[in-house]
């Protein structure tokens, strides 16, 4: 077991390490991971997302009960952060949102693939892929439309048309890869269509990109940060890696999901911060600093809560 929560971590920890060198001896500097960001946000983890949905069976998404509790588990817990960040810590929505997206949004690809595929077999890999489609189809578009609104609220024109402004971030998220891709590869799921070969075989080659790219853009983005723990931090920790699992395990009761797939379930919430949030946060310019900590204290708590679950269960 302790090899499995290794396989999921040393990698990780690994490339981290990797970037933050690359800086240290000076072949990049720290403000070159905005060009890292742009990679895997508008390229790299789109065609992943797609990658992952085009090849799921239908047969796997049909189990509403699971989705359901993979969605109250993901969504609760980005409602709930959204509330902290706006009316505990008082944040502007934009900043708000962003620490919503730190705390509900989990590192399932590139953290919590390898440690269920090692514990439940390739049946681990359901919980990464409908994990991965929640997020896609309702956190990363309403994340979009809350940073836009935030946005032109910041620039304060008075009283907007808010309307309008919705309208136009929505539009804004349709169009978005991250958002469109993972969908039409559902889409394409569903209507049994298999892609050439050679096409799956482009889309991978990008797709393999966004791990390590995330990974080792984090790794430019610690050095020279000065490590925090602040109340937001804090409370970010707390959210993510205690309260999501909790309310996997709320999603699994209220769904009637037993057995492997309700432990797949609470130990995927129990997946530390996904390097994408902070790529997020970069780009927006937005809780950059609050996100980079959680990203790394999240990661090294991931590997005890991991652990700790996986004995429990098993």
Same mark, same amino acid.
């Given at each position: 077991m302790l090899n499995?929560i290794?396989?999921?971590?040393? @990698? ?9 060198l690359s800086?240290r001896i000076? $072949?990049? /500097? ?7 960001a742009t990679?895997? &946000?508008?390229?790299?983890l @789109?065609?992943a997302?797609? +990658? ?13 009960g699971?989705?359901l509790?993979?969605?109250l588990?993901?969504m ?28 509900a949004?989990?590192d399932m690809?590139?953290?919590g693939?390898?440690i269920?595929a090692?514990?439940f077999? @390739? +049946? ?6 409908v ?5 896609? &189809? ?9 940073t836009? =609104?935030?946005?032109?609220?910041a620039m304060?024109t008075?009283?907007?048309d808010?309307?309008r402004?919705?309208?136009?971030s929505?539009a804004?998220?349709v169009?978005n ?5 993972p969908i039409s590869?559902?889409?394409?799921s569903f ?10 075989t482009?889309?991978?080659?990008i797709? /393999?990109?966004a791990g ?5 853009a984090?790794?430019?983005m $610690?050095y ?21 699992p ?9 769904f009637?999901v ?9 130990i995927t919430?129990?997946? @530390?911060?996904?390097t994408?949030?902070?790529m997020?946060a970069? /780009?927006?310019?937005t ?5 980079t ?9 991931g590997?005890?809560? +991991?652990?700790l =679950?996986?004995?429990?269960f098993?």
């Open positions: 499995t290794l396989n999921g971590l040393l @990698p990780v920890a690994f490339v981290i390490m990797l970037g933050w800086v000076g $072949l990049l /500097k720290h403000d070159d991971a905005s060009v890292l990679l895997v &946000i508008r390229f790299a @789109p065609f997302l797609f +990658e992952g949905a085009v090849k799921t069976s239908p047969d796997k998404l049909h189990n509403a699971f989705a509790c993979l969605t588990g993901l609760g817990t980005y409602v709930i952060a959204l509330g902290v960040g706006r009316f505990v810590f008082r944040h502007d929505l934009r900043t708000a949102t962003m620490q919503a997206l730190v705390c949004f989990p690809a590139y953290f693939a390898p269920l090692a514990v077999g @390739p +049946e681990g890999f359901l919980a990464v892929l994990g991965n489609l929640v997020t896609s &189809i309702f956190m990363l578009p309403l994340t979009i439309v809350l836009g =609104l935030g946005d032109k609220n304060g008075g009283q907007p808010v309307l402004v919705f309208g136009q929505i804004r998220a169009i890869p991250i958002v469109w891709l590869g559902m889409v394409l209507c049994h269509v298999t892609l050439p070969g050679p096409v799956l482009s889309v991978d080659l797709a /393999k990109a390590g790219t995330s990974l080792f984090l790794g430019l $610690l020279g940060e000065r490590f925090v723990l602040n109340a937001n931090v804090l409370a970010n920790l707390g959210i993510k890696n205690f309260l999501q909790a309310l996997m395990a709320l999603g699994a009761v209220l009637g037993v057995g492997a797939p309700a432990h797949q379930a609470v919430g129990a997946v @530390p911060t996904a994408a949030a902070a997020f970069l /780009k927006s310019d809780y950059t600093r609050d996100a900590a959680t990203i790394l204290v999240s990661t090294i708590l590997v005890v809560t +991991e652990g =679950l996986i004995a429990y098993f």
